[in-house]
């Protein structure tokens, strides 16, 4: 199916809207990223069932410390939880799971976690499914910029493909497509080099309840899409 332009080959998703689900149902902000991680499983196999080669999930963003400390560590736990729970399915179901994002600032057991489900399936060869976790895209250009310096890169050596190379979706080709649950319509500073030509698809559906049905309707709207990239 890769060679179907009809179908994106990296689907992005900022996963939002999990604090105002738990609150519409009188439950705790926790409660509903408990409820998003449940549905990250799901979502995952959907995309993969359908044929998506890269699935990019924004999990939590270098501005999402500022929120209250109960929360944060509560984000951090969902993190580990979901590593240890589906890291085995996962890998049987032929994903390859990457980290975008810092890792320095995560807790020592988490960076293990990570980087021991990043090297258990990086030989798979079905979907990537790539997990923004203190992903930041400010962040990553600015380290990029440094990593050229310190590379001592000649300003003629900096091309368009050069730069990306730096970046930390070096070996992901840019997203296709481009969702928002919950429905605000901005980027909040994800991916803001690689979606220059991303179809953008905002739902006013939060996280918790973009189920298949909705994937279905993301890729059907895709799929109407008439890509130009500036030509005619
Ligand atoms: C998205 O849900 C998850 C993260 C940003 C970590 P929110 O927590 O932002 O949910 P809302 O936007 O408050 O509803
Ligand atoms: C974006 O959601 C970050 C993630 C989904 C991880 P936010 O809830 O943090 O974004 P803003 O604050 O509404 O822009
Ligand atoms: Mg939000």
Same mark, same amino acid.
């Not at 959907?46 to 939590?60: E, M, N, P, Q, V």
């Not at 560590?73 to 969902?78: E, F, K, P, R």
């Not at 970046?167 to 080709?173: E, G, K, S």
């Not at 709207?221 to 990239?229: A, C, L, P, T």
């Given at each position: 199916?890769? !060679?179907?332009?009809?179908l994106? /080959?990296?689907v992005?998703?900022?996963?939002?809207g999990n604090g105002r689900w738990a609150k519409q149902r009188g439950l705790s902000r926790i409660d509903g990223h408990r409820a998003g991680a449940k549905n990250v499983r799901k979502v995952a196999r959907?995309?993969?069932? #359908?044929?998506?080669?890269?699935? =990019?999930?924004?999990?939590?963003s270098t501005e999402n410390w500022g929120r209250p400390q109960e929360e944060v =560590? !509560?984000?951090? #736990?969902?993190l580990s939880h979901s590593i240890d729970e589906e890291t085995q399915r996962f890998h049987q179901a032929n994903i390859k799971l990457v980290h975008i994002g810092k890792p320095d600032r995560l807790p020592l057991e988490l960076r293990r976690k990570i980087k021991s489900a990043t090297e258990l399936t990086k030989d798979n060869t079905g979907m990537t499914l790539c997990l923004a976790f203190d992903y930041g895209s400010r962040s990553e250009i600015v380290d990029a910029v440094r990593c050229i310096k310190e590379g001592n890169v000649s300003p003629e050596g900096i091309s368009e493909t050069i730069f990306s190379s730096y970046?930390? =979706?070096?070996?992901?080709?840019d997203p296709d497509l481009l969702i928002r649950t919950g429905g605000e319509f901005r980027l909040?500073?994800?991916l803001l080099w690689q979606v220059a030509y991303s179809e953008l698809y905002f739902t006013p559906v939060s996280w918790p309840d973009f189920n298949e049905k909705e994937i279905e309707k993301a890729l059907l709207?895709?799929? &109407? /899409? &008439?890509? /130009?990239?500036g030509n005619l």
């Open positions: 199916m890769s !060679g179907d332009s009809s994106p /080959r990296h992005a998703i900022i996963m939002d959907a995309f993969a069932d #359908h044929g998506i080669k890269y699935l =990019t999930l924004f999990a939590f =560590t !509560g984000l951090l #736990h969902l970046l930390d =979706t070096a070996d992901i080709p909040s500073n994800f709207d895709y799929e &109407q /899409r &008439q890509r /130009r990239f």
